[in-house]
Structures are given as C-alpha cells and as structure tokens.
C-alpha cells in the first residue's frame, strides 16, 4: 500500500512563493502518475497539476504559469513550486496517487493527510 505525506505549507503574502513537497513511499511504482489536489473551504477538491512517469505533465487553467509539479525520481519525491500566489490559492493540498489515461488524469484515491496553504491578501 502506497503512503503519501505532504509538507511545505504555511502562511504566505500574497505575490510570494511556496514549494510544497509529498514524500512516497510502499507500492507508489503501482501507479504511472501523481498529481497535486487542492480543497478551498466551502468547496470541491480540485485537480491543480499531474505529471505522469514518462514526464508528461498538465495543469489547471487557474494555476498556469504560476504553479510547476515536479518530481525527483530516486528520492520518490513530488513537489509543486507555487509562485505568484494569490488569496483565492489558499486552500488545503493533498497529493494524489493516480494513473494517466487517454481522456486524462484518473485519481485512485490514495491521499496524504494534506497541508494546508494561506495566502493573505
């Protein structure tokens, strides 16, 4: 069973930046892609990014240009460099364990515990 735990939130300016890390570990080579979840009080969690095992990566309209997904492979790490954030980014980040199909990013629900995201006007 694959285990995903989150770090790397915390209480930010609006304009700065945070790198989120999601550190893998068990059965995490079951799945061919990751993604980067997030979840706004009052709201759906929403897909923010992915990046598949070939390297392959996609992102949500509102994060583009501001948010990078990354991974380091021997480290099993996944991280999100989120810069320009805006008060409408805050949110809990959950990682996500998944696969890439042809219509897109299917999550199969394994979930860290997630980190939570402030940005302050």
């Known amino acids: 069973q694959a285990q995903l735990v989150e770090s790397g939130g915390g209480l930010v300016q609006a304009g700065g930046s945070l790198r989120l890390s999601c550190a893998a570990s068990?059965?995490?080579?079951?799945?061919?892609?990751m993604a980067w979840y997030r979840q706004a009080p009052g709201k759906h969690r929403e897909l923010v990014a992915y990046i598949a095992s070939s390297g392959t990566t996609n992102d949500a309209d509102s994060v583009r240009g501001r948010f990078t997904i990354s991974r380091d492979i021997a480290k099993n790490t996944l991280f999100l460099q989120m810069n320009s954030l805006k008060p409408e980014d805050t949110a809990v980040y959950y990682c996500?364990?998944?696969?890439?199909?042809?219509?897109?990013?299917?999550?199969?629900?394994?979930w860290g515990q997630g980190t939570l995201v402030t940005v302050s006007s």
């Open positions: 996500n364990a998944g696969t890439l199909l042809v219509l897109g990013y299917r999550n199969l629900e394994v």
């Open positions: 068990g059965s995490i080579d079951l799945f061919n892609a």
